[in-house]
């Protein structure tokens, strides 16, 4: 239903030829996050000021440059974060509890298809992708300890 109701958004959106592969996930991002009904505001790091450092520095920097008070992060980049790079700043750091679930998909013959993007769910479920979305999980604060550390 999504990809009847989006089918012209999406064909002009995928068929202009961008500068390069970073625009088109940018404009695809931000397509969906349009379609969600996202109210976050949006900003590239290239346009901040005052950038530095690698891994979890340059996260806390950007984070630092847009007077973030939480940084909201999956379970990956624990690997490399250091949360005392965020404690220096003030920003506190929490961390995704995501429970997957299963949506209606257009071939329900084939059984449920996991771990597609976000585009899937929009074009299969027009209407309930947000709420589904927000269902899904929440945030937890992350404790002084980084497992693995």
């Known amino acids: 239903?999504?990809?009847?109701?989006?089918?012209?958004?999406?064909?002009?959106?995928?068929?202009v030829?961008?500068?390069?592969?970073?625009?088109?996930?940018?404009?695809?991002?931000?397509?969906?996050?349009?379609?969600?009904?996202?109210?976050?505001?949006?900003v590239r790091a290239s346009n901040l000021a005052g950038i530095e450092g690698e891994a979890s520095k340059l996260v806390a920097s950007i984070c630092q440059a847009v007077h973030a008070t939480?940084?909201?992060?999956?379970?990956?980049?624990?690997?490399?974060?250091?949360p005392a790079d965020f404690a220096e700043i003030g920003c506190e750091i929490c961390v995704?509890?995501?429970?997957?679930?299963?949506y209606e998909q257009a071939h329900p013959d084939a059984g449920f298809v996991p771990h597609l993007s976000t585009l899937d769910l929009l074009l299969n479920c027009p209407d309930t992708a947000p709420a589904?979305?927000?269902?899904?999980?929440?945030?937890?604060?992350?404790?002084?300890?980084?497992?693995?550390?």
């Open 1 to 15: 239903p999504g990809f009847q109701r989006w089918r012209e958004e999406l064909k002009a959106l995928l068929e």
């Open 17 to 42: 030829e961008p500068p390069s592969l970073c625009d088109v996930a940018i404009q695809t991002t931000e397509w969906m996050l349009d379609k969600l009904e996202a109210p976050v505001k949006r």
């Open 70 to 82: 939480a940084y909201l992060t999956g379970t990956g980049a624990l690997d490399y974060m250091d």
């Open 96 to 102: 995704q509890e995501w429970r997957p679930f299963e």
């Open 132 to 149: 589904l979305i927000e269902q899904s999980g929440g945030w937890r604060a992350l404790s002084a300890a980084v497992p693995g550390r």
